[in-house]
């Protein structure tokens, strides 16, 4: 089964740094883009940054220059850097499996909540 198990959440002040992990299961990891999308309280989910099998990258204007996504395939693990963290920031964050164009996807990791206050 797909499965996709998100860590590394937390609070942080603003201005600090914090790395998501998400680990995959079930799937061909070297095959597939991955995704991490945010959904904050009151705020519909938004994608946030994406990355390709070729190693291309994708990010919403809001984060460019702050986060910074990256693969490491020996261990079927993406991961999303969050450098000068604002309050608005704050949401949960979840992970997926880009199957279809512009992010898309069926496969959704639980969510790791991170907090910048």
């Known amino acids: 089964d797909v499965q996709l198990v998100e860590s590394g959440g937390g609070s942080v002040q603003a201005g600090g740094s914090l790395r998501l992990s998400c680990t995959a299961f079930?799937?061909?990891?070297?095959?597939?883009?991955m995704g991490w999308y945010r959904q904050a309280p009151g705020h519909e989910c938004e994608f946030v940054s994406g990355?390709?099998?070729?190693?291309?990258?994708d990010y919403v204007d809001s984060v460019k220059g702050r986060f910074t996504i990256s693969s490491e395939g020996a261990k079927n693990t993406v991961y999303l850097q969050i450098n000068s963290a604002k309050p608005e920031d704050t949401a949960l964050y979840y992970c997926?499996?880009?199957?279809?164009?512009?992010?898309?996807?069926?496969?959704w990791g639980q969510g790791t909540q991170v907090t910048v206050s």
């Open positions: 997926l499996r880009a199957e279809y164009p512009g992010w898309a996807g069926r496969f």
């Open positions: 990355i390709s099998v070729d190693g291309s990258t």
């Open positions: 079930g799937f061909s990891f070297d095959d597939s883009d």
